[in-house]
């Protein structure tokens, strides 16, 4: 057992039964989903993590190859587009919210932490974790990355 330790979350977990359960998974969530983002997400994969980040996530346990989706935020001014990554890695939070959204004011607001040159977060919720994990105490990692836009498709604008 380790801890991360980021900011305001302390995450206890098990790098090893981590990657056990990375070495049953086949592909990433983005290669099954068939939809314009996602294909644009798994061509790119090689592009959007930095080494600190990779290191980051092969210290956890998680295969960077392998995540479980990605979501598209936004298309930024520079035609670069934001997605926010998950990952699930076998622990739990020790402290720190359950999630990584908060409310301020009234409007629902991300609350991500600097980890190197990349924002995460951490969420307690692995409802959607591949099968796997299941049967297993699971934390879903989130990782904020920019993509270029490399698919024939139309590019998506805003969030959706
Ligand atoms: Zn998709």
């Given at each position: 057992?380790?801890?991360?330790s980021?900011?305001?979350?302390?995450?206890?977990?098990?790098?090893?039964?981590?990657?056990?359960?990375?070495?049953?998974?086949?592909?990433?969530?983005?290669?099954?989903?068939?939809?314009?983002?996602?294909?644009?997400?798994?061509?790119?994969?090689?592009?959007?993590?930095?080494?600190?980040?990779?290191?980051?996530?092969?210290?956890?346990?998680?295969?960077?190859?392998?995540?479980?989706?990605?979501?598209?935020?936004?298309?930024?001014?520079?035609g670069?587009?934001?997605?926010?990554?998950?990952?699930?890695?076998?622990?739990?939070?020790?402290?720190?919210?359950?999630?990584?959204?908060?409310?301020?004011?009234?409007?629902?607001?991300?609350?991500?932490?600097?980890?190197?040159?990349?924002?995460?977060?951490?969420c307690?919720?692995?409802?959607?974790?591949?099968?796997?994990?299941?049967?297993?105490?699971?934390?879903?990692?989130?990782?904020?990355?920019?993509?270029?836009?490399?698919?024939?498709?139309?590019?998506?604008?805003?969030?959706?």
């Amino acid at each position: 057992m380790q801890t991360v330790s980021l900011r305001k979350w302390a995450v206890d977990n098990e790098p090893d039964l981590t990657r056990e359960v990375y070495a049953q998974i086949e592909c990433g969530g983005t290669e099954d989903c068939g939809c314009e983002e996602c294909f644009n997400f798994a061509t790119t994969r090689h592009l959007v993590y930095s080494a600190e980040v990779i290191e980051f996530l092969e210290w956890l346990g998680i295969d960077p190859q392998l995540e479980a989706c990605a979501r598209h935020d936004a298309r930024l001014d520079t035609g670069d587009h934001t997605y926010t990554v998950s990952f699930f890695l076998v622990g739990r939070i020790a402290a720190g919210p359950a999630t990584p959204v908060a409310r301020r004011r009234g409007a629902r607001c991300e609350s991500l932490e600097r980890a190197g040159d990349a924002l995460v977060g951490f969420c307690a919720d692995a409802s959607d974790a591949p099968d796997p994990f299941k049967g297993l105490p699971c934390v879903r990692l989130e990782v904020r990355v920019v993509a270029p836009w490399v698919a024939n498709g139309p590019e998506p604008i805003g969030t959706n």
